[in-house]
């Protein structure tokens, strides 16, 4: 009926008031994630981790998270969180390579697909 239809339509406007709440609070949480886990860092590599911005040479953000992996083994989810890039962009641009010039490694390289899988800098930790 007419009636019905109005009722729906006027709930309409209630859904739509704060579309980008869920989106800002999931930002939030990832934004808190990413403050603790910089905090964890000396305060000159988490300036340099910090200032990494979404164009940054491929080369610069490699060194980073080799000096980053020496200071404690990390998630690939823990890095993308760092860098602010997916996870699996992490891993095909900047693990993989990495691993493939021999300056990281698997802390569990019989299980590379163990969603606990974490990288160390297989350079000598100074």
């Known amino acids: 009926s ?74 690939a989810e823990e890095l993308a969180t760092l860098l602010q890039r997916h996870s699996r962009y992490v891993r095909n641009n900047y693990l993989r390579p990495l691993m493939r010039s021999g300056r990281l490694v698997m802390t569990n390289p019989q299980e590379p697909s163990d969603p606990q899988q974490a990288y160390r800098s297989a350079e000598v930790r100074l």
């Open 2 to 75: 007419p009636s019905e239809i109005e009722g729906l339509s006027a709930r309409l406007d209630d859904l739509s008031t704060n579309p980008e709440g869920l989106s800002a609070m999931l930002a939030d949480k990832q934004d808190v994630q990413r403050t603790t886990l910089l905090n964890e860092l000396p305060g000159s590599l988490a300036a340099k981790i910090g200032a990494i911005g979404q164009r940054h040479p491929p080369g610069e953000v490699c060194d980073a998270i080799v000096e980053v992996c020496r200071l404690r083994d990390w998630r």
